[in-house]
């Protein structure tokens, strides 16, 4: 696989309620990205974390998204307060190298439901 | 406009058949272009991975990138049904870690 886990893999929730996802990369790798991918449309990048260094965080659509990550760990984003346009598939991706530049590995992907 | 347009499709064709798909886009900056493969209800996996302008073959697949005219494309040579899923592009400027992705184009094959 892409080395790369997620969970929930499913998660409904009702409108209005905090909602919090998991990405679990193999060790050694220091990038980690976060995308959005809603029905039918392309990936939306959301925060991307590099080791130590403060996050990219240029794409998160309101601050009621937060993402955490300590170190080369597991990453969790957070949505508070859940709105139905919040459904959508929340990709977690490693960073790898290719040809000389960075390209990403995604993981399966948790899928939110706002009812 | 969108930075990377790419037709969503659908796109169906018999098994065997060569199958086409493109993508353009407007940010003359983009030096990275990459394809993923993404079956239903799972993560995108990269699928080719290209530097500036030219082709690169990998199997059944070639990768074409134009950069004077903005356009990359897909070869599917011998498609089979496993390959139905949905194609996206990629892309990048030198030293930007965002990928910009076109919405995907789904790809179904008849056996």
Known sequence: GAGVSQSP???????????????DPISGH??????????????EFLIYFQGNSAPDKSGLPSD?????RTGESVS??????????????YLCARGGTAGGSDTQYFGPGTRLTVL | QKEV???PGPLSVPEGAIVSLN?????????????????????????MYTYS????????????????SKYISLFIRDSQP?????????MSAIGDYKLSFGAGTTVTVRA
């Open chain 1, 30 to 43: 220091t990038a980690l990205y976060w995308y959005r991918q809603r029905l039918g449309q392309g990936l």
């Open chain 1, 64 to 68: 009621r998204f937060s993402a955490e």
């Open chain 2, 53 to 68: 302008s030219g082709n690169k073959e990998d199997g059944r697949f070639t990768a074409q990138v134009d950069k004077s």
């Open chain 1, 9 to 23: 893999s499913n998660k409904v929730t009702e409108k209005g309620k905090d909602v919090e996802l998991r990405c």
């Open chain 2, 23 to 47: 993508c353009t886009y407007s940010n003359s900056a983009f030096q990275y272009f990459m394809w993923y493969r993404q079956y239903s209800r799972k993560g995108p996996e990269l699928l």
């Open chain 1, 76 to 89: 969790t984003l957070t949505i508070q307060r859940t709105q139905q346009e919040d459904s959508a598939v």
């Open chain 2, 82 to 90: 496993s390959d139905s899923a949905t194609y996206l592009c990629a």
């Open chain 2, 5 to 7: 347009e790419q037709d």
